[in-house]
């Protein structure tokens, strides 16, 4: 492989086995908070079972029946927003990751510019001001719309941390592994 081009590719393979690792560390979670839920499932079978076999009269059963059905919805919400938050944390990580890559190509990148713009002929320094200040907008509106994208997710927090309050009764979230690097 030619020289100029090998620590580009070795760096586009290693961010690529980063971010699969990042990928294996979300599908243990999920799968550990799937089995958690599992055992909290069958649980509350056996806790409805044993209940429906003391059952003795009509108004007991309907009682018995609305009980459980409201254990299984809070159940099955408490499951579905300790999903929805490990989905937001794994974007969170990828987010991360991505941001991250993308500031050291963005920092290139401008390096590279404000390198060529000193190389400019002379007489070209209207062209030279005009570039100057359209990377300037460049930079500014990504600085923006980072801006804006953390104020969603912080909002989408809060909308998981008030849907968590509703669902008492939820599979614990696993525990959290770093991703292998």
Known sequence: MQNPIKPQVEA???????????????VERITELTLEQ???????????LASA??????????ALLKDQLETSA???????AT????GQQFQAETTAFAEGHF???HTAANKAINENLKK???????AVQAVKAAVDAGNKALA????????????AQEGIAKLKEHAPKAAKAPVRRKARA
């Open 103 to 105: 500031d050291q190509a």
């Open 83 to 86: 999903a929805f938050e490990l």
């Open 74 to 80: 809070k159940s099955l919400a408490g499951f579905a």
């Open 120 to 126: 400019a002929p002379e007489g070209s320094e209207a």
């Open 144 to 155: 923006e719309a980072r801006k804006n994208a953390k104020k969603t997710a912080e909002l």
């Open 53 to 62: 076999l003391e059952v003795k009269d009509p108004t007991a059963a309907i």
């Open 12 to 26: 586009s393979m290693q961010a690529a086995f980063e971010l699969a690792n990042l990928s294996f560390a979300q």
């Open 38 to 48: 599992a055992k909290v499932n069958a649980e509350l079978a056996q806790e409805q």
